[in-house]
Every structure is written in structure tokens, then in C-alpha cells.
């Protein structure tokens, strides 16, 4: 695959969905091996040494954005060990943001726990009316499918990626860039808020295709729609952030 053409930076503001972003090509990190590998086979010591891997190559691209920017990077390896890390007291409606994100993440994964079978068993009813040649049968499925497949990518991703816009909003170094949109945290909020849209979509359509899990769905609903208020609330800036490919280019 051709790489020529690479977008810096792409990859901080993405859902890591690689096998299906247009930009796959254009991306520093893609590895086409990594879509191809059965992460199921793999024992512990091969997962560590791709951990590993991908860990060194993205040291590596820092370091030649440190170079390229004029930074002496064995200087700022020393400065890093040297700093001690401490939790940051976040504000209230900070700490909320993250309980509701995290509340998410936990109701969800009980719910595609405690309903596999159901899932299961709606997937082979629809494949059957296929069978029988009803009426958007085809498509129904295949908006069941990639319902399901968006709830399970998102739904822990959205925590990762709100803690890290809210870790960023308390930090020294943005915190005095609040007002200013193109801040690593307003790209991260971005990008939860991109995730929550997604997942809305996904569970109304799995709504109308479940009639029976209305309820649960709603409660799933409930905190994403809280969830997004408070982002709009705490990030005002968010959506200007401009995401290096996905809003630059058009495709
Ligand atoms: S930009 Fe695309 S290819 Fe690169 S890590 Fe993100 S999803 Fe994967």
C-alpha cells in the first residue's frame, strides 16, 4: 500500500477503526498486518511484543516531531522522568462528565453480556426472513450488524477518550488555552462526542429491530444524551477543532 501522501497526526483524533477509515493509506500508525492478525490466536508474549511495537513506533514519530519542531528530545525524556504525577482534583461537573462515561461503559457491558443470546437469536431470524425473501429483510440485517459492532466499539472508547479531554482541560499546559479550539482536549471531545452520536444512531436503529429492549435502551440513551450536554457545556469550543485528514480533506 502506498504511503506517500501521509497526514501528520491523523491518528490522535480517530476511533482507531482501522479496517474502515478512508485514510487507512495516508496513516503513519496502519499496520495492513494488524487487520489480517486473529487477536484470538495470539498468545500473551506475541501480545506484549506487539504492544511493545507499536509502543517504540510511536516514541519514534515523537521523536521526529520533536526534531522537526526544534526540540531536544533526549532533554525532554530526562524533563519527563522527572516529573511526578499526581491525579488532578477535577471540577465537579468534570468528575460528573466522567461518572456518566463510565456508568455508560458499565450498563453496556452488562447489557450485550446478558443479551448475547438475544442478539444471537435476532441475527438468525433476520437471516431466515432473508431466506424467505422479505421485504428489506437484507437490509435490516445489515443495519442490525453494524449496530451492534458500533455499540461495542464505542461504548468503552468514549470513557478513554472524555477522561483524556477532561485530564487535558486540567492540565497546566491547556488549561490556559481554554477558549482556544484546536487543543489536544477540545479534539478528544471531538471526537467523544463523534463516538456518542454514533452510538445514539446505533441503538435506535437496534431499538426498532429489538422492540423488546426499549426500555434498557432508553436508560443507555438517557446518559448519552446527559453526556453530551455536559461535553457541549465544558468544552464550548470542541466542535471548532479541526481534525488533521477527517476535517481537511474531503473525500
Ligand atoms: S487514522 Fe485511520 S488508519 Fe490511522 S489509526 Fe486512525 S483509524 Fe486507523
Given at each position: 500500500m502506498c504511503k506517500k501522501e501521509l497526514i501528520p497526526?491523523?491518528?490522535?483524533?480517530?476511533?482507531?477503526w482501522c479496517e474502515r477509515c478512508p485514510f487507512n493509506n495516508r496513516?503513519?500508525?496502519?499496520?495492513?498486518a494488524d487487520q489480517e492478525k486473529d487477536w484470538s490466536e495470539v498468545d500473551a508474549n506475541e501480545f506484549i511484543e506487539e504492544i511493545t511495537a507499536t509502543f517504540e513506533k510511536t516514541m519514534n514519530l515523537l521523536k521526529i516531531e520533536a526534531d522537526a519542531n526544534g526540540m531536544n528530545w533526549n532533554q525532554l525524556v530526562a524533563d519527563a522522568k522527572e516529573v511526578e504525577l499526581e491525579e488532578p482534583v477535577l471540577p465537579k461537573d468534570h468528575e460528573k462528565a466522567v461518572t456518566l462515561a463510565s456508568n455508560y461503559r458499565r450498563q453496556v457491558t452488562k447489557w450485550l453480556k446478558d443479551h448475547s443470546e438475544d442478539i444471537k437469536a435476532t441475527t438468525v431470524s433476520l437471516v431466515q426472513e432473508i431466506d424467505l425473501g422479505i421485504e428489506y429483510a437484507n437490509e435490516n440485517n445489515t443495519q442490525f450488524i453494524n449496530a451492534i459492532e458500533s455499540i461495542n466499539w464505542y461504548y468503552a472508547l468514549i470513557e478513554a477518550k472524555l477522561r483524556r479531554a477532561i485530564s487535558g482541560l486540567n492540565s497546566d499546559s491547556e488549561a490556559e488555552l481554554?477558549?482556544?479550539?484546536?487543543t489536544h482536549a477540545n479534539g478528544c471531545a471531538k471526537i467523544t462526542m463523534l463516538f456518542i452520536n454514533k452510538s445514539i444512531c446505533a441503538w435506535e436503529e437496534i431499538s426498532q429491530i429489538m422492540p423488546a429492549q426499549k426500555d434498557p435502551i432508553l436508560d443507555h440513551l438517557a446518559l448519552l444524551s446527559r453526556m453530551r450536554t455536559k461535553i457541549q457545556k465544558i468544552f464550548?469550543?470542541?466542535?471548532a477543532f479541526i481534525r488533521p485528514g477527517f476535517d481537511t480533506f474531503i473525500l
Amino acid at each position: 500500500m502506498c504511503k506517500k501522501e501521509l497526514i501528520p497526526g491523523i491518528f490522535n483524533y480517530c476511533d482507531r477503526w482501522c479496517e474502515r477509515c478512508p485514510f487507512n493509506n495516508r496513516c503513519e500508525i496502519f499496520d495492513p498486518a494488524d487487520q489480517e492478525k486473529d487477536w484470538s490466536e495470539v498468545d500473551a508474549n506475541e501480545f506484549i511484543e506487539e504492544i511493545t511495537a507499536t509502543f517504540e513506533k510511536t516514541m519514534n514519530l515523537l521523536k521526529i516531531e520533536a526534531d522537526a519542531n526544534g526540540m531536544n528530545w533526549n532533554q525532554l525524556v530526562a524533563d519527563a522522568k522527572e516529573v511526578e504525577l499526581e491525579e488532578p482534583v477535577l471540577p465537579k461537573d468534570h468528575e460528573k462528565a466522567v461518572t456518566l462515561a463510565s456508568n455508560y461503559r458499565r450498563q453496556v457491558t452488562k447489557w450485550l453480556k446478558d443479551h448475547s443470546e438475544d442478539i444471537k437469536a435476532t441475527t438468525v431470524s433476520l437471516v431466515q426472513e432473508i431466506d424467505l425473501g422479505i421485504e428489506y429483510a437484507n437490509e435490516n440485517n445489515t443495519q442490525f450488524i453494524n449496530a451492534i459492532e458500533s455499540i461495542n466499539w464505542y461504548y468503552a472508547l468514549i470513557e478513554a477518550k472524555l477522561r483524556r479531554a477532561i485530564s487535558g482541560l486540567n492540565s497546566d499546559s491547556e488549561a490556559e488555552l481554554k477558549d482556544f479550539p484546536q487543543t489536544h482536549a477540545n479534539g478528544c471531545a471531538k471526537i467523544t462526542m463523534l463516538f456518542i452520536n454514533k452510538s445514539i444512531c446505533a441503538w435506535e436503529e437496534i431499538s426498532q429491530i429489538m422492540p423488546a429492549q426499549k426500555d434498557p435502551i432508553l436508560d443507555h440513551l438517557a446518559l448519552l444524551s446527559r453526556m453530551r450536554t455536559k461535553i457541549q457545556k465544558i468544552f464550548p469550543a470542541h466542535e471548532a477543532f479541526i481534525r488533521p485528514g477527517f476535517d481537511t480533506f474531503i473525500l
